[in-house]
């Protein structure tokens, strides 16, 4: 068994032991939990399957016949935050959301924080070599992001408006398959990356960290946007007078 392999082994199994005992405290919102969990956890089983495999090898190589090795599009590091725009256009166009705008960029933060924090950790630990023979593929950085922020909105408007809720995923799938196309990543690489970001997120919404922290519940004046790469952090604040 490779390290990746324990590595996985064991953050299931510890998942599964939180969700064992949170059931005797919160059966229907541990289901539901579980439910949600059933794809992400999916996506990362099949992404540890697939990894180095030759079947991997050999759906790059078709992907590089069909598109040439040296096509580069660099949409991907631009559409991966468009999850991220749509919900704060949402919010300045008044639709019902679960929660404020504060708790909102405090949850996107958060699990922007922690999913890009397992994924660079497992970069390093895995270093595994990119179709292009850079280093440090897997998982795929620029995918985890993309599936965490679409993970946030759905979650914040899937019960007031599920087309947008779901429309981020568009933008994610995209982000994945021109990682691929790009000749940047292999298919395990995007896989473990999308299920990475969508099982962080729906953790951070089913526990709610700092729940009751918002300094700007009162006021509609403050306004603080966070701006999130695949390199960087960033905050937008703006005030209306």
Do not use: C
Not at 177 to 184: A, D, I, Q, T, V
């Amino acid at each position: 068994m490779t390290k990746i392999q324990r590595f996985t082994l064991i953050v299931i199994t510890l998942f599964f032991s939180i969700e064992g005992v949170s059931s005797t405290l919160d059966t229907v919102r541990t289901n539901a939990l579980i439910k949600k969990s059933i794809i992400p956890v999916s996506l990362i089983g099949i992404g540890i399957i697939t990894n180095n495999s030759k079947f991997e090898k050999t759906f790059q190589k078709d992907l590089n016949e069909l598109v040439g090795e040296n096509y580069e599009n660099k949409i991907d590091d631009y559409i991966l935050v468009a999850p991220i725009i749509l919900m704060y256009s949402a919010d300045i166009f008044g639709v019902k959301s679960k929660n404020h705008w504060f708790n909102q960029s405090k949850y996107l933060f958060i699990s922007n924080l922690i999913s890009s924090g397992i994924t660079k950790r497992l970069k390093k630990i895995t270093n595994k070599t990119r179709p292009n023979g850079l280093n440090h593929a897997f998982p795929s950085g620029h995918t985890t992001i993309s599936f965490t922020n679409p993970t946030v909105l759905y979650n914040e408007f899937i019960e007031t408006a599920p087309m947008l809720a779901y429309s981020g995923y568009a933008f994610a799938t995209a982000t994945g398959s021109f990682r691929m196309l790009n000749n940047k990543h292999w298919l395990s690489d995007v896989l473990v990356g999308a299920g990475i970001g969508i099982l962080v997120t729906e953790l951070v919404y089913h526990f709610e960290p700092l729940k009751r922290f918002n300094p700007f519940k009162k006021s509609d004046r403050i306004t603080f946007i966070p701006t999130i790469t695949n390199e960087n952090y960033g905050l937008y604040f703006t005030y209306n007078f």
